[in-house]
């Protein structure tokens, strides 16, 4: 085992301890299980996602303790498991599949107000974007993450989050609109509260 010695004389270990885990590591578990269920519409896919992340970081401890935000890392490795479980479902079309998991979530018009319909119909339109856009868009305005924790999440610079969540935005936001062109008050009212 790896130890560093301290000037005490008392050693410390560089592996990660089980205490450490479950103070550094555990407590990210429902935002991780949030992201991945938004990703894939299906909490209990979700749910075997986020347990072999945790098994997978836990083999990975050694390599923990290196990493500054295990957050970062952990929502990193859940989008890729996510895309990779996506990607080899792809055995009908995506839009059919999307749809299909609507209609079956869809929800007595009569019986909501105005806004949770249009709520729905935005979470509709942001899962149709691709998959950074997506990504981005969710850890912004869903996780409420910074522009640098994005960064460190997707690898990506500044600029591009900035550009990339700009168009996502742009995109709901038109197709929104264009799919509400009624043109009543209270769909501008709507769309003006949403973005």
């Not at 986020?50 to 490795?77: G, P, S």
């Not at 981005?136 to 869903?142: N, P």
Request: hydrophobic share 40%; charged share 35%; aromatic share 6%.
């Amino acid at each position: 085992m790896n130890v560093l010695p301290l000037k005490t004389g008392i050693h410390v270990s560089k592996l990660m301890v089980a205490r450490d885990f479950k103070t550094r590591v555990l407590p990210i578990s429902n935002k991780l299980l949030r992201f991945c269920t938004h990703f894939l519409k299906d909490e209990e896919a979700a749910k075997d996602v986020v347990q072999d992340l945790f098994l997978k970081l836990w083999q990975k401890r050694e390599e923990l303790t290196k990493i500054e935000n295990i957050e970062a890392f952990a929502i990193r490795m859940a989008r890729n498991r996510c895309l990779d479980i996506i990607r080899g479902n792809r055995t009908s079309r995506i839009d059919e599949s999307i749809e299909k998991r609507l209609e079956e979530e869809s929800i007595d018009v009569h019986s909501n107000v105005e806004l949770s319909e249009s709520a729905i119909q935005v979470k509709k339109l942001i899962s149709q974007l691709p998959d950074l856009q997506k990504t981005v868009m969710h850890l912004r305005d869903l996780e409420q993450y910074s522009f640098d924790e994005i960064a460190e999440v997707t690898g990506l610079k500044l600029n591009a989050i900035r550009v990339n969540l700009s168009r996502a935005r742009k995109k709901v936001r038109d197709e929104f609109l264009k799919q509400n062109e009624d043109g009543n008050q209270r769909s501008k009212t709507i769309t003006a509260t949403i973005f």
